[in-house]
């Protein structure tokens, strides 16, 4: 079956694509670099914002296998903008191709982070707020909750879609750093705005540490310190009706991201399901670039003060 979106859907995401292809290009060659260092964490979050009046554009993707069902090919936009010293907030767009079926918006984020303590502590908490407005066919896999499960995903897309989620998630980010190693612990809340939807409740945890801990002194792309190596488990943890790992699936996901000089950054993961409630393999991989002084270029253009 040829690959096929919705009117207007088809529309939406073709001017999506379109605008964000113009937007990195100006992007690309407008901003200096800020020597960024990013963690190869995927979903998940440690303690460190985005600089304030930094910009930060990211694309991911994630192939996933599905018994039952046709593999799936996801993908997801950040827009991350460093609103203060103690604030991040940031936009998703989501989207998928399930293999011969169809290639659908799926839909939208919005995501704060709010650091608690001014300074640097032994362990870091950060409050993390997101609506998000989808359907049941967005398999970005952002984060596993409640009991979701490979079989969740099998429907083909048109039945997916009439499905939609409005929800709240919360996170508490606690993150430490100690001798060059990241340790972040990631307890989730969701909550679907439908009054008789339950609470569900997940986790994610992760740790890394760069090849490197010493600089060199020349700049160069293929240095150890360039690479930070991490590993992450993530999974459900039931609802409110029903707590706990009984009908539950989880994820180990080895993970390395390669900070460029240049500001870029590259990451890669791989997911393994651990029961058989999980996908087999979780593929993913994401481009970044983090733009510092994009707030202050954005004053000036509509006639603030740097």
Not at 201 to 227: I, M, Q, T, W
Request: proline content about 5%; overall charge negative.
């Amino acid at each position: 079956m040829a690959v096929r979106l919705s009117i207007p859907g088809a529309r939406l995401f073709g001017r999506f694509r379109f605008c964000s292809f113009l937007l990195l290009i100006w992007l690309l060659f407008s901003y200096r670099s800020s020597s960024a260092q990013e963690s190869p964490y995927i979903v998940t979050y440690d303690h460190y914002l985005e600089e304030p009046g930094s910009l930060e554009v990211e694309y991911f993707s994630t192939f996933g296998t599905q018994r039952g069902g046709n593999d799936f090919h996801a993908f997801w936009t950040e827009f991350e903008y460093g609103t203060t010293a103690w604030w991040t907030t940031e936009f998703y767009l989501d989207g998928q191709t399930t293999f011969s079926d169809s290639t659908p918006f799926t839909g939208f984020r919005v995501e704060n982070r709010v650091r608690l303590l001014d300074r640097e502590h032994f362990v870091n908490p950060v409050l993390y707020v997101e609506y998000e407005q989808t359907s049941a066919a967005d398999k970005i896999l952002k984060e596993v909750e409640g009991h979701d499960a490979e079989s969740d995903f099998a429907e083909p897309n048109s039945a997916l879609r009439k499905e939609h989620d409005h929800e709240l998630e919360l996170k508490l980010l606690l993150s430490s750093t100690f001798k060059g190693w990241n340790v972040a612990l990631n307890p989730i809340f969701t909550k679907n705005l439908s009054p008789s939807e339950p609470w569900e409740f997940a986790y994610a945890v992760g740790a890394s540490h760069p090849l490197a801990l010493k600089a060199l002194p020349d700049r160069c792309n293929f240095c150890r310190e360039n690479f930070i190596a991490g590993i992450e488990m993530y999974g459900g943890l039931g609802d409110t009706h029903s707590l706990g790992l009984p009908n539950t699936s989880h994820y180990l996901a080895p993970a390395v991201a390669w900070n460029l000089p240049s500001d870029w950054t590259f990451r890669l993961s791989s997911g393994f399901g651990l029961n058989n409630n999980s996908h087999r393999l979780l593929l993913r991989w994401g481009i970044s670039r983090e733009f510092s002084g994009f707030g202050e270029l954005v004053r000036r253009l509509f006639g603030g003060h740097a």
